[in-house]
């Protein structure tokens, strides 16, 4: 006789699992060019504005641009871990890989900045 387990398996529960996992990477991959179009503005909107005399003001300044970096990090990591290619090669990926190049060309900068 077949011992039962204590959990009992729901092999359906673990597709939906999966299948809402991939809804939600779809719905990341699908927005992800226009979160990195943002953060980048932002990050580009702060470095254009003049530093402030004041050096609260300069400290404020440069907490958002790393801020804003962080971000970029963050949105750069979950592309990292999305799919490569959806299949279409509509020049979106071409696009989106632009908006990468230039997040990490940011990142980057604040990297040899720190070191």
Known sequence: MK??????SNRRGSRRRRSKAEVIRRKVAEKLPSMLSAALEAYD????????????????????????????????????????????????DTALDGLISAAREAVGSLDTERG
Do not use: Y
């Not at 011992?3 to 009992?8: C, L, M, V």
């Not at 907490?63 to 871990?81: F, I, V, Y």
């Open 3 to 8: 011992k039962r387990s204590q959990f009992p």
């Open 45 to 92: 909107r702060i470095l254009s504005t003049p530093m402030p005399e004041e050096p609260k003001a300069q400290g404020a300044q440069l907490a958002a641009a790393k801020t804003a970096l962080s971000h970029l990090e963050n949105l750069l990591n979950l592309a990292d871990g999305l799919p490569d290619d959806d299949g279409d090669d509509d020049g979106n």
